[in-house]
């Protein structure tokens, strides 16, 4: 059989604007710097491997990193996974960067915040400076120093960047969870890091509920023995006394009793702790996984830079809470000058476009959201190509799980069809990316455009071999700035160790394996199949859940679908259960029609042994389906943490399915 035609891109930037990139402008630094020409991207990328000390060191001057110490080491002990050592002379300060533009552009707006209700705010570079030297000036007054945690439990507002640059701009170790957990989800997470502070808010709002957090604030603060001092961000409740309890102090008054207050920047390590971040939680506690500042801020400044192409002139939006990581990478952009749009609410209220009247009515030129929603836009005959003045839109950015090729299509055909649509994807883990988009590449359909510089990723059998157009494991077999300083509370890092670095060994000593099964293509781009985790396995194949998502939840009577492997008679077989429109029941003819899909576009080995329709599937709180915990339930095994589920409820469906 002759071999088949390679498929053809779907979109290619326009020659004159990826000449105008940033990625392009660093390329030509590349080749000065390293005396040679580098013919496409996949060769800037292997010089940004092969020679890391090189790479970085250009990356920090390009990017005009400002350490009150010279960096003269870039990288020492490059043969330690974990261990390496990156820029051990400088001393720098995240805030400072991320502020860097005040002074200059002291009347340009630098945030816009937008409800879902139509309320809208702006904070100017000057205000928002003044704020962080407020907010700053209270922590010191209440005992926060360098390495103390201060955590938030914050809607996507602009309090809680306020509240970041201050505690950075400290030292003070920042951790922030949304409103929407629980009195038990938080002390999961906030209980073992011990903060020093809290920020909470009185409530938020969701699809057209005013929802009060005011009593669980409240539970909250007396088990958090640490706490020195309570800031309350009065939201729905302005002027109204601080729930009993919760010993706050309310935000407005402490930013005017500290009003003027110099802004002081602490210059700290390379590796001084920045973040907590925490794991889904769903196979037990959250692990703590801690970011250096750093490495965070040069990471995220190399993609946000040269992978999304941001500048000054950039207004981005992303689509996120504050317990997603993308909040954190999004508030990075601060340090390119771009203007932040920040949303809170549902996305569909109070219809479908709401998100897209504030693309169109604030200019947004990036646009960041997940491949659901993308899905559920489509899914609800959304057009926003057809109701909304997309024109400075130009780049669209989806992640939190595969982008399903068909939705590659829709953005294509109901959104713009002028624009980069970069599927990307990292995690929690490393803050960041190890797949993202380019502006000089063309975007193929169900594909990530490339690797990330300077990321050594490669995708590993099961032997620990490299392979390209098969499925393994998404490795990184050189260390990166961005790896986490560790896990808290885990001395000699064993924790740390067990969860990235025991599957496999390299040359370079232990590789990073990030837990998603993947297959690198001939053209330098990548495919997800899911979580490594969740793979299926029936006679002995593996299968990523992504692939049979992608067939099923194409079908128009089908909303969302799990896909789970029970234990039976010595093997594994796949349940499938799906969620359909209104109305609508799983009957013979839809389940042939779900078989008979699957088996026609992949292959008899994907096709369920069980098709099931469930009212809802569990996902955790920033939207990810949880395979493993329906596993659990199915099997007859305890969920180990439902706290960390946004709908634990939804389970219960599933448990008439034991074996």
């Known amino acids: 059989m002759p071999p088949s035609a390679p498929p053809s891109p779907i979109w290619t930037p326009p020659p004159e604007r990826a000449a105008a990139s940033n990625m392009a402008a660093f390329m030509a630094a590349a080749e000065q710097a390293a005396g040679r020409r580098f ?12 020679d890391p000390g090189g790479f970085w060191g250009l990356l920090w001057c390009f990017l005009d990193i400002d350490a009150t110490t010279p960096c003269s080491r870039v990288l ?6 974990p261990g390496a050592e990156w820029f051990a002379d400088a001393r720098l300060n995240f805030a400072a960067h991320l502020l860097r533009h005040a002074e200059a552009r002291a009347d340009d707006i630098a945030i816009v915040f937008r409800c879902e209700n139509g309320e809208r705010e702006a904070l100017t570079f000057a205000e928002l400076t003044a704020q962080v030297g407020a907010a700053s000036a209270w922590l010191r007054s209440v005992g926060v120093g360098a390495g103390d945690r201060v955590a938030a439990i914050l809607p996507n507002r602009p309090e809680a960047i306020v509240g970041m640059l201050a505690a950075a701009s400290i030292g003070a170790v920042w951790s922030s969870a949304s409103p929407d957990f629980g009195v038990d989800g938080v002390l999961d997470r906030f209980g073992q890091i011990e903060p020093k502070v809290l920020i909470g808010a009185d409530g938020y709002h969701y699809a057209g509920k005013r929802i009060d957090v005011r009593e669980r604030l409240a539970a909250i603060v007396p088990r958090l023995p640490t706490l020195a001092a309570v800031a309350l961000v009065p939201w729905l409740f302005p002027g109204e006394p601080p729930p009993a309890g919760a ?7 402490l930013l005017a009793a500290h009003q003027g207050a110099t802004l002081v920047f602490e210059p700290l390590a390379f590796a001084h702790p920045l973040y907590i971040l925490f794991s889904s939680g769903t196979t037990g506690k ?13 990471q995220h400044l190399k993609e946000l830079a040269l992978h999304t192409d941001l500048g000054a002139e950039d207004r981005l939006c992303y689509f996120t809470t504050c317990g997603w990581m993308m909040w954190n990478w999004m508030a990075s952009a601060l340090a390119l000058g771009t203007r932040l749009v920040l949303f809170d609410g549902s996305p569909f209220h109070p219809g479908p476009g709401v998100l897209w009247d504030l693309v169109a009515e ?11 929603y993308l899905s559920a836009l489509e899914k609800a005959g959304t057009a926003p190509v057809r109701t909304h003045d997309l024109a400075a839109l130009r780049t669209i950015l989806s992640t939190g799980s595969p982008l399903a090729p068909e939705s590659f299509d829709y953005v294509y055909r109901a959104i713009k069809p002028d624009l980069l649509l970069a599927s990307i994807s990292g995690g929690t883990d490393i803050v960041s990316c190890f797949a993202l988009g380019n502006p000089l590449l063309p975007v193929y359909r169900g594909e990530l455009q490339c690797r990330g510089l300077g990321l050594a990723v490669a995708v590993f059998d099961d032997a620990g071999d490299p392979v390209m157009g098969e499925r393994g494991e998404l490795v990184c077999t050189r260390p990166f700035p961005c790896m986490p300083v560790g896990f808290w509370n885990d001395p000699d890092d064993v924790r740390y160790r067990a969860a990235y670095f025991e599957r496999f060994a390299g040359p370079h000593g232990a590789v990073w394996t990030h837990g998603d099964f993947a297959e690198l293509t001939p053209r330098g781009g990548l495919v997800i199949y899911g979580r490594s985790d969740a793979v299926l396995n029936p006679g002995g194949v593996r299968i990523g859940t992504a692939e049979i998502y992608r067939v099923v939840e194409a079908m128009d009577a ?16 796949i349940l499938l259960f799906v969620v359909l429109r209104d109305g609508l029941t799983l009957d013979a003819a839809l389940t042939v029609e779900i078989r008979q899909g699957i088996r026609e576009r992949l292959t008899p080995r994907h096709v369920p042994a069980q098709i099931h329709q469930v009212p809802a599937i569990p996902r955790t709180k920033s939207g990810k389906i949880v395979e493993l915990a329906v596993a659990d339930v199915i099997h007859g095994r305890e969920v180990k943490n439902r706290t960390a589920l946004a709908n ?11 074996n």
């Open 247 to 253: 010993r706050a102090t309310a935000w407005p008054e």
């Open 648 to 658: 634990p409820e939804a389970l219960e469906a599933f448990a008439v399915f034991r």
């Open 76 to 81: 020492e002990q490059p043969e330690r996974m």
């Open 286 to 298: 959250p692990k703590c996984i801690v970011h250096g500042a750093g490495g965070t801020l040069l």
């Open 39 to 50: 013919e496409d991207y996949a060769a800037l990328h292997r010089w940004s491997v092969q």
């Open 362 to 372: 604030e200019g947004v030129t990036v646009f960041g959201t997940s491949a659901k």
């Open 558 to 573: 089908v909303l969302e679908a799990i896909a789970v492997g029970q234990d039976w008679q010595g093997d594994q077989r």
